[in-house]
């Protein structure tokens, strides 16, 4: 008998088949269920490698012995014709099933692939990622500065890299640290594909970093190691640097010299200064004085401790600038102390697109916008998926009156950051300019949901029920918004002046004297528009028009604030004098278009003109600002009043009476019961308009105190 025959009796050439049967379907149950127990990939080479091994065993186990009807046995007749037919029998039934649950498999494993190829189609991005927090496992409270430190870095770090489509910022990514929703709902919810989960332990100077990068659709491990190294900042940084090029790696991406530069990077090898900063991050986040004053504290001491700490320093100009919008801190004070921190930055590390960041934000601040813009450009570049940058570039282009660009902008960074309450205020005060009051109402809505201590969005929603007309529910919002937000003064002045607004004087005053004694003010005391929306409904103006001769001290921009009261005071010459040597470049004929934020004051330069006698400039200079305003088509400061003063210059008083009907004029009635309008309420019809405004506001105040607490969402 030849050796193939035998190898035939002897069911080898079956055993072999089934072995390979069988393995295979080991190695497809192995790759789902190994997946789904979390456990590393070496427990699947393993696997393999055992299977392998197997093989020329069971091969010799095949020879040596038989399936016999009582079990198996040695063979000992190896030169019978053929053997036992139960045998061959067993062997065929075994390969049969093995072969079924093979198909069974394949058919399953098909159906899988196509769902989770649809499903990748509709996560988003092939490279979009959120890491989620870090797991402290030895839950040793020391080491939680380290855990979220690691975390806040790794996500900077990620965020500069171009070849990545979305990188979740961190206030996003922190606000699942306490989830138990799937991975896959959370990658639905933040559109990626790819969540990156992670546990750091400690075991006396040593710990255990795990990661492992998840393909949201299908649960599918794309990428895992663990790494054990002493508890020293240059391992753990060393350690983010190899997690960031492995993830990349993963994802299939390419990184570029300037990335592995980046990467490269160590920021600091003094663990305290580490601490400081990460402090300083969290508190700067929150936007409130006491925390930014906190924050500023924290990267001051960082970079004492480390005077080559690049992020420290930035941090250092971005709570100098927030400061100014959060506190009573003069703008012009901050630019000195910010020029330094971004200077230092820049030394250190030219290409950092946090600190190009902060010094677009200084130019823009500065009144530099062509430098700004390009700053913000370059900064973007750097740091493709740092939303600050884009947030910060939105506030720019949205004063340069280019909305749409703004809220592409800002939906760009809402797009990696959309938990950040201050994106949510941001874009929808473009909304509310562009006119789109329902979609800003939404925005505001979801944000205080998820942010409901973030005093901004209530004052968003304030000025959305202003716009409407609602002044009675905005001055609930108002409240809440101050009360949340005790050290702002914007927070602050704007509650009083809705009091003054409606018409509550009484509390409008007590609410403006203890605004003076908590921020005092570099400027003259009283020159606010809160006294001007007293004094003109008192009929006092003239107590409120401060000499004209002890202006002097004032900066630019009041003294055009001061003009502007001039001329509601009727006092033309003086409100020409204080406007004119402010912004002469206002006054050139023909004339410049008109920016966005410069509305008012061109409309009442076309007041002016017209006062004097000059009605073709004052003709030309309503023509620019209806040019202006066909191309912006959403209401600003100002905006409101361009039908009202257009229609009043041509006598027109049944088109100005119905301009005052309009929503959007009820918050500014007051300024028609200035001196300038005197002659103009002489019209019956004008007069009238008037007066409804008047017992409008009257009817809210009423409605307001009747019932002052904010309703719940």
Known sequence: MSLLQELKRRNVYRVGIAYLAASWVALQLADVVLENLGLPTWAFKALLALIVIGFPIALGLAWVFELTPEGVKRDTAAGASSPPASAGQYVQLA????????????????????????????????????????????????????????????????????????????????????????????????????????????????????????????????????????????????????????????????????????????????????????????????????????????????????????????????????????????????????????????????????????LADLRRDQGDDESAETFFRRAIERSPHYPTARHWFALLLDKQGRLEDALEQIRKARDTDPEAAILATAEAGFLLRSGNYDEADRVMVDGIRSNPDFHNLYGSRAELFMLRGRLDEAIRWQNEGARLAPTSPEARENQCEMQAILGMLEEAQACADQLVEDFPRSIIPGMTEIDLIMSIQRGQIDSFLIPIENLEPLPDGAKVGMGQAYFLGNQISDARALIEGSRPDLFVMPPNPVAPFDITTALIIAGIYEAQGNVEDARQMLQAVDASRATMPYVITGGEFAPTIEALGRQDYEAAARSLKEPVMLHVWWVFLSPVFEQDRENAVFAAAVEGLRNEIARQREAYLASPTLAPL
């Open 95 to 358: 390969i049969t099933a093995i072969l079924a649950i093979a198909v069974g498999l394949l058919v399953v494993d098909k159906f899988r692939s196509e769902a989770a190829t649809q499903a990748d189609a509709a996560v988003g991005d092939e490279r979009s990622i959120v890491v989620l927090p870090f797991r402290n496992i030895t839950a040793v409270e020391d080491d939680s500065f380290f855990v979220d430190g690691m975390h806040d870095y790794l996500l900077t770090q990620l965020a500069r890299l171009g070849t990545l489509d979305k990188v979740i910022a961190r206030s996003t990514s922190e606000s699942y640290r306490a989830t138990d929703k799937p991975l896959q709902q959370i990658a639905d919810e933040l559109g990626v594909s790819t969540v990156l989960t992670g546990g750091f332990q400690r075991a006396g100077d040593n710990v255990r970093i795990n990661m492992q990068l998840v393909r949201a659709a299908t649960g599918q491990a794309l990428w895992a190691n663990t790494w054990d190294r002493r508890l020293t900042l240059e391992n753990l940084f060393d350690t983010q640097t190899k997690i960031s090029q492995e993830v990349v790696a993963a994802l299939q991406g390419v990184l570029s010299e300037q990335d592995q530069s980046q990467l490269a990077q160590m920021p600091t090898s003094v663990s305290d200064a580490f601490e400081k900063y990460s402090q300083g991050r969290t508190l700067l986040a929150r936007r409130t004085a006491p925390d930014l004053r906190a924050a500023l504290e924290n990267f001051e001491q960082a970079v004492e401790l480390d005077p080559e700490f690049v992020l420290a320093w930035v941090g250092i100009a971005d709570a100098q600038s927030l400061l100014t919008d959060y506190s009573d801190i003069e703008a012009e004070t901050s630019f000195a102390p910010r020029r330094r921190a971004i200077d230092r930055a820049l030394f250190l590390d030219p290409d950092s697109g946090e600190a190009l960041t902060a």
